[in-house]
């Protein structure tokens, strides 16, 4: 019996399976539907299908760069110790070097997972039953240059390439590699400590910047000053929301009064090249996730009272 498209999509909803597992297994029982989710059962592939609904909050930032281009994935996991599994970190950082060579998420998924016959997407399905929690290829990014360097940075790394906070730095400029790195590594550690919500100012999401300033009025407003001086308040104080919040305008943890403009300024005077910081990504691992609560007691208590 030849295995059709409809009977792998039939199979791989009914498993969890990934579509080449699916297609092997119908080729295995000649096209028996039951047959083949049992033959997925006894190679420990139909499992990953019950993990799917769990909750993955750990897991790995894995990094990987090539000189002008960098690439950093979260790839989660539900628990703390998979990450320190050698089989689940070299996985992480195959997947940071792939996304090296496409564009989105979704081209990472579909990418040939080496030495394998299998994609992306259905190498994770193995590794969900082999190594039995669910997990989740969650977010990756790129950043490039056309001359320069891209310069990564994780802090308390697990492994080489691997840990909780991953960050990346774009340099575009003529200046040596050396200094290149030492000024991405620095701006890349200001990054791990501060999170900036953006690059510069103009890059700030015109949205929250509408949200501050209408708070900062009604503060103005609430004080009883009068209209130019509550204006003058606002300003004063969107300035230091902008230092707060944009890499540009922060003040570097390193020295604690450069700002990180001049500090790249100054980089470039000392190298004797122009150089521009032209983006950056911070991944953190899990943020954003919703846990589910692992505190029993206070369960029972929020159910009692």
Known sequence: ????????KELREKSGAGMMDCKKALAETNGDMDAAVDWLRTKGLAAAAKKSGRVAAEGLVAIAVDDTK???VELNAETDFVARNSEFQAFASTLARLALGVDNIDGLKAADFPGTGRNVAD???QKIA??????????METLSVGSGSVVSYIHNATAEG???IGVLVALESTAD???LDGLGKQIAM??????????SISDLDPEAVARERDVLIEQAKASGKPQEIAEKMVEGRMKKYYQEVVLLEQTSVIDGETRIADVVAKAGKDAGADIALTGFVR?????????????FAAEVAAQLS
Not at 130 to 139: A, D, F, K, V
Not at 190 to 199: E, G, K, R, V, W
Not at 283 to 295: A, K, V, Y
């Open 70 to 72: 960098g690439s950093v």
């Open 177 to 179: 590699k050396a200094s």
């Open 283 to 295: 991944f953190n691992l899990g943020e954003g996730i919703e846990r589910e609560s692992t505190d």
């Open 130 to 139: 082999t190594i039995g929690e669910n997990m989740s290829l969650r977010r």
């Open 190 to 199: 200001h990054i791990a400590a501060t999170s900036p919500a953006s690059l």
């Open 123 to 125: 190498e994770l399905t």
């Open 1 to 8: 019996m030849s295995v059709t498209a409809a009977l792998v």
């Open 162 to 164: 691997l840990g909780r």
